[in-house]
């Protein structure tokens, strides 16, 4: 699989609603910026949001900017790192289909 050489997204942004442990920006941050490597065009930007979207719901919004295309996700879950986990998962299966 050819790929447009950068191994981690340079600029990832995640933004934490306020109830949600900090040490989730680390994780969301070490699982989203290694996609580039998926990417068939230059990744240089990626925003990541997780918010509670009930009493035991994590819900996690991501968009990379793959050379101006938007891949877009979203998960929820009862934890910030199984949310973050789906997020990566469809975001790796979508940038893996955007090479055919």
């Given at each position: 699989m050819?790929?447009?050489?950068?191994t981690e997204i340079g600029n990832v942004v995640v933004e934490?609603?306020?109830?949600i442990a900090a040490k989730a920006r680390q994780y969301a941050h070490d699982k989203i910026s290694p996609l580039a490597?998926?990417?068939?065009?230059?990744?240089?930007?990626?925003?990541?949001?997780l918010t509670t979207s009930g009493p035991r719901?994590?819900?996690?919004?991501?968009?990379?900017?793959?050379?101006g295309t938007p891949v877009v996700a979203k998960a929820e879950a009862p934890t910030y790192e199984?949310?973050?986990?789906?997020?990566h998962d469809q975001l790796h299966g979508r940038l893996l289909r955007m090479h055919n």
């Open positions: 050819k790929h447009a050489g950068a934490l609603d306020g109830r490597r998926y990417a068939p065009k230059p990744t240089e930007f990626a925003h990541v949001r719901t994590i819900t996690v919004h991501a968009n990379l900017d793959v050379n199984e949310a973050v986990d789906a997020v």
